[in-house]
């Protein structure tokens, strides 16, 4: 989504395709290790013509497009200075490393936020705030979006506005193993040993396919090292 060039569409097209991606990403989350409750029949987004919002005295959630790597702080200065409400989810994931399995914490929607408010009182002073670029928007439509969609948000968020996703490691699942001396290697879980928090897993090496026990947070899931 950063850096993202849209082809040459008409606006109708342009906004299909932003939204395509935005929801594509929001099923992902919710079909993952960790289900953020949203059901399909929830309708994720809107456009509406910058007339009929001059017109509506109703509080809106807005897409808005931040600087590179300023979600954050755009967000902060929208409640700190305007009073806005602002919600800029982060995602909390473990990738492997050479210095083994280290957390991480990542926009989930890279170069966005989203801000509730009335848009003919405020979108101007929104639209100037420092760390924004602009209100998501094609041509004379701008992008709304459901609210139930950021309740559920926040619902998984917390106060902290983060997503952790830790996946519990399952028999029969492929991983990759972040520390020791088979460190780099993939491998497949044979059994788990919670009470010793070690697991069990079969791997190639030097050309024999061997069985090893490691301790369970010297692996990660496949999937989750090729975030």
């Known amino acids: 989504m950063p850096g993202r060039r849209w082809p040459r569409l008409s606006h109708r097209g342009q906004a299909m395709a932003f939204f395509q991606h935005l929801p594509s990403e929001l099923w992902k989350l919710n079909n993952g290790t960790t ?48 009073n806005i409400d602002c919600f800029a989810p982060r995602v909390r994931f473990k990738k492997a490393t050479r210095r083994g399995a280290v957390w991480f914490v990542e926009p989930m929607f890279p170069g966005y936020v989203f801000a509730e ?19 998501v928007h094609f041509g004379d439509y701008i992008a709304t979006l459901a609210p139930e969609v950021v309740t559920l948000l926040r619902e998984k968020a917390g106060d902290e506005e983060i997503v952790t996703f830790d996946p519990e490691i399952q028999v029969g699942q ?5 520390e020791g001396p088979f460190q780099g290697l993939e491998a497949l879980v044979t059994r788990l040993l919670p009470a010793r928090e070690r697991i069990r897993v079969l791997l190639e090496f030097l050309g024999r396919t061997v069985e090893t ?11 989750q090292v090729r975030h």
């Open 117 to 135: 408010f009335v848009y003919p009182a405020h979108h101007r002073r929104v639209q100037h705030s420092p760390g924004i670029q602009c209100l």
């Open 213 to 223: 026990e490691i301790p369970a947070p010297q692996v990660l899931p496949l999937t």
């Open 174 to 178: 492929p991983v990759q193993i972040t």
């Open 35 to 82: 289900p953020l409750g949203l059901r399909s029949s929830i309708p994720f987004s809107m456009t509406q013509s910058s007339a009929q919002l001059a017109a509506n005295e109703s509080p809106l959630w807005f897409c808005l497009k931040t600087q590179p790597k300023h979600e954050h702080i755009a967000a902060t200065t929208l409640r700190r200075h305007l």
